[in-house]
Every structure is written in C-alpha cells, then in structure tokens.
C-alpha cells in the first residue's frame, strides 16, 4: 500500500469515530507513541483538534513501523 493510500486509510479511520471514541483512543492510545492527556483536557478539547492528534499519531507510528522494516 503506498503511503497516500495508508495516509487516507487514518484519516477515514479516525474520521469515523464519535466524540467518547475519540476521548478513548487517546486516552488509550496503543502504540510505541506516548500519550498523556488528562481526563479534563480531552472533555474540554475541541473534537477536530482531537482528530488531528490522533491522525498524527497513528500516522507517526504507521510510518515509523514502515521505515524500520
């Protein structure tokens, strides 16, 4: 898969989660990335930038998974 076609697939990934899966994944990212956000700042976090954070992390260890192979 090219890394245009991986890149769409995060984004419709992420774009198809509700607001509660959003806060989920976040708060329990699973990935070689740490996240650390408090409870309070992901219920006061506005839902795009939530999006946009998760898309940059899962695509940061979905690219760093493809480069170490």
Do not use: N, Q
């Not at 989920?24 to 006061?44: C, P, V």
């Amino acid at each position: 898969m090219s890394s245009r076609e991986v890149y769409e697939s995060v984004l419709l990934e992420v774009a198809s989660l509700d607001r509660p899966a959003l806060i989920d994944r976040l708060a329990h990212f699973a990935g070689d990335l740490h996240l650390d956000f408090s409870e309070d700042f992901l219920a006061r976090c506005d839902t795009d930038r939530m999006r946009h954070m998760l898309v940059a992390a899962i695509w940061r260890c979905r690219t760093k998974t493809a480069t170490a192979v």
